[in-house]
Structures are given as structure tokens and as C-alpha cells.
């Protein structure tokens, strides 16, 4: 459930405007880095039974924001937050025909965060990535990793880029969806391999350190 009314808002906000197909557009244009001189806060919900979020899936999100964390080169220190003053928060809701998450800014006692969205029903991004999820658990679990690391990807400031090998690869270039997460999946002997294998490029990474060098 989404408590924060802000958060809601924004969710509502941004389902109404997907359907004119404006939606990223506009969130492209308001990406930018978190606006922190210290540690980042973060807060990760629960999700509803609509949603399809399985309790698991929190793991997968923590692991995603670890990710970031580890290859900023100690640029980025996060530490848990109250959903209401958390400037990084991740939420699960239902689905939304092909869309597999979004980011919208959030503003915190005048700090730019994040909300991010990410949507766990396998079942509505097409019978293919489907079936292979309904055969094979780990295959559901890489979809949802690399969504969430591709949204926080954007919630640090990254925006999409047009190289396949990177998480922040934008579908809208091309490119063949299924082979995109299956690459990652051979890399994974079980599910405990997500945190070791961060699903980040050497041209994520650099990008990322770029946006927080403060030397």
C-alpha cells in the first residue's frame, strides 16, 4: 500500500500521463543527482497482493540499491529512512501494460529524491518473458533486479544511453528485450549470486562516479 499522498499522487500523475505518451519525456528531462551532502536515506515498501510483489522481491531491490552503493567509489553512502523523510523509496504497484517501472523526483525539505515504481507482474510484459519467468524462477528475479537497478539508475541521476551493454540502455533504441535479461541470468548459478554480480557496465560505473566526484 502507498501511504505517502505525495508518493500517490505522483503514482496517479504518472499513470495518467503514460497513456498519452509523453511520460518519458518528461521524466527524462527532470532526471538529476540526488541532492545530499551526506548519507542517502531510503525506504523500500511493501507491496500489495495486486501488484504481484512477492515478499523476496524486497531483497532484490536492497541488493540493486547495494549495487549503486559499492560502484559509486564511496561517493554514495545509504542508510535506512522513514518513508517520509527517505529520499530514495521504492514502491511496488500493478501493473501497467509493457511498462516495466518508472522514476519521478520527489522533493524533501528542499533535497531532490526519488520515488521509484516497479511493477513485479511478469504477466503483462508479454507471453514470451512470461512463460520464461513462469519455467524459471530466477529468470522473474533478474527481470525485477535490473528493473529496479535500471530505475535507481535514474534516481541517482543517470540517464538512458544507447549502448545494449549498459543497464541504463533505453528498449527505445532496439534491441532484443528477452536476450537483454537473459544474458544476465547465465551469469547465475542461484539467487544468491544477484549480490555478487552487480548487472553494472564499466561505462554505468564511470558515469555514475562522474555525477558524485566531489574532488
Known sequence: ??????????FILATLVSYAGIIE???TSEIAPIDSNGP????????SEQSHYKKSDHELAMWALRAWEKNSGGSIQLIPGSETTALLRVYWVP???GQYGEMWPLFVDGQRGAG??????????????AQRARLDPLF???????????ELGHALGLAH??????IMYSFGFGGDIPTFFERYRE????????????????SDISRLQSLYNTD
Open 40 to 47: 542517502v536515506t531510503y525506504f523500500i515498501a511493501e507491496g
Open 140 to 150: 522473474r528475479d533478474t527481470i525485477i533486479y535490473l528493473t529496479c537497478l535500471h
Open 116 to 129: 521509484v515504481f516497479i511493477r513485479p507482474n511478469i504477466d503483462a510484459l508479454g507471453e514470451e518473458l
Open 95 to 97: 501493473a501497467s501494460p
Open 161 to 166: 544511453t544507447a549502448d545494449y551493454s549498459d
Open 25 to 27: 519525456a518528461q521524466r
Open 1 to 10: 500500500m502507498i501511504k505517502n499522498k505525495t508518493v500517490l499522487f505522483i
Open 187 to 202: 551469469q547465475l548459478k542461484s539467487r544468491q549470486d544477484i549480490q555478487k554480480i552487480p548487472g553494472l557496465s564499466a
